[in-house]
C-alpha cells in the first residue's frame, strides 16, 4: 500500500509538464491612453533570488557558475560592489521597486508592503508600457505581498503536479514523506527558471512590438539547492549528505562544503536558463532594444560568520549581490567596471533616467547612470542595509538580540548591531569578512567618520513580529 501511495504521489509530483496557469492577471494596473515613443526601450529587470556576487565566474569566483552572465557584463556595464539594502527578500525588492528604504516602508517578516508608495511597474504602466511580473518566490513575491502592485500581468501561483497536491496541509504532509522516502527535494509550487522564462517569452510574444517593463525572479539558488542533472553533481564529487539547510542548526564542516557545492550547481543552472532567455531575444531582435539588468535581492552565508542562510545578519556575503547593466543602443560601454559601491535602492531611478521617462515621476533615489561616466562624485557616500530583529531566533544568530543596520562607504564596511556591538571590515581585500577591524588603531579616524554617517539614518522604532 504505502508503496503505491508513493508511486501516486511521484506521478502527481515529477510530471510538471503540464502547466496551468492560475487566474491571477487582471486590472492591476489600468491600461491607459499614454503610449511611450516608438523608439523607447524595454527593461528587462532580472533578480536571481539569493544569489550572491562572490559566487559567481562573472566576479572572479574559481567556479564557472555563471558563464553567460560574464559574457552578459563583456557587453554592459558590471558594479563591483552592488549593496542589497537588506538581507532578505521582502525589503529589498520593494527597495528596488520604490527607491526607498525598509524604515520608509510598510514591509516586515509578516507585513506586505501597502499602497502608499508608487512603484517602478505603476511608473511604465502610466506611461503605456506593458507591464509583467514572473516571479518563482512564492512567499515574499507572491500578489499578496504587495510586489504586483503596477504589473497588468503578474503570474506567481502555476498549477503545477507539486502545486496541486500542496494545496492542503495532508498533501504537504505528503510531499514530505515522499521527500524523505525517495531522497527527494520536492517543494510544493516550485518554480523552475525555465518555467519562469517561458512565461515571459509566451507573454511577451503577445505585446508584439509594444515596448515593455517585465520583472523575473528566479528561485533556483533558494535552498533546497537541488537542480537537475548534469547541474546537480557538476561541482560534487557525491550526493551531498544534504541539499537542505536546518533553520536553527549548526551544520558541520562537511555539511558545509556539500551545500555549498550544491550552490553553485544550482546557480550553474540558473544561468544557462539566463542564456537560453538571451539567446531567444535575440532571434527575435529584440535583446539589443531592452535594458538588461541583472541582480539579486540578496546574498547568501555559508559559516562564514558562524550561521547559515540569509536573513540572519548584516556581513558582506548576505549583502553583496550582481549588479550587470546591459543596453548597448543606450551608449553603456562594453566591458566597463565601477568599483565605488552603489545601492539597490538607486535601481529605480536608474532605470527611468535610462528610459528618459522622468516626467511625474514620484520615485526617489538617484540614477547609477554617472557612475559609467566617471563621476563618482554624484553618487551617494553612504550605503546604508537594515535588518529588523524577529522572535524566537537562536542566539548565536547576529539579529538574535534586536535591530541592525550597516554602511558601506568606500572600501569599508560598519556594522552596528544590537547591545552597541560593532564591527569595522575592509571589503576590498577582504570581501568575506574574515578580520575584524576594530581594534586596529590606525582606523580610528574612519571608525569616527562612519559612526557619524550612520547617526544620518536614525535607528526606526521597528521589529519584534
Known sequence: RATRVFTVVFAAVAVTGGVIQTVRDGAAAPVTGASPPDDAPSVLFLVLDTVRALELSAYGYERATSPRLAALAAEGVRFDRAVATAPW??????????????????????????????????HFATRGYATGGFVANLRYCAREYGLGRGFQVY??????????????????RLIGLYDDVADRYVLAGRKDAALVVDEFLDWQRSQGSRPYFAFLNFFDAHEPYAPDAPYDLQFLDAEPATRNLVVGRKHEPAEVVGLRGAYDGAIASLDAQLGRLFDELSRRQLLDRTIVIVTSDHGEEFAEHGYMSHGNGLNFPALHVPLIVRWPRGGLPAGAVVETPVSLVDLAATVIDLTGTTDRSLLPGASLAPLWRSDSAAHRSAILSELYWVRNQPEWYPVSGGNMRSLVRGRFHYIAGPSQREELYDIAVDPFERRDLMQESSLADTLVALRSAMAEFPAADRGGR
Do not use: K, N
Open 89 to 122: 527578500t521582502l525589503p529589498s525588492h520593494a527597495s528596488m521597486f520604490t527607491g526607498r528604504y525598509q524604515r520608509d516602508l510598510s514591509v516586515g517578516w509578516t507585513t506586505a508592503l501597502d499602497t502608499v508608495p508608487p512603484t517602478l511597474a505603476e
Open 155 to 172: 503570474r506567481d501561483f502555476a498549477l503545477i503536479g507539486s502545486q496541486l497536491i500542496g494545496s492542503t496541509m495532508a498533501g504537504r
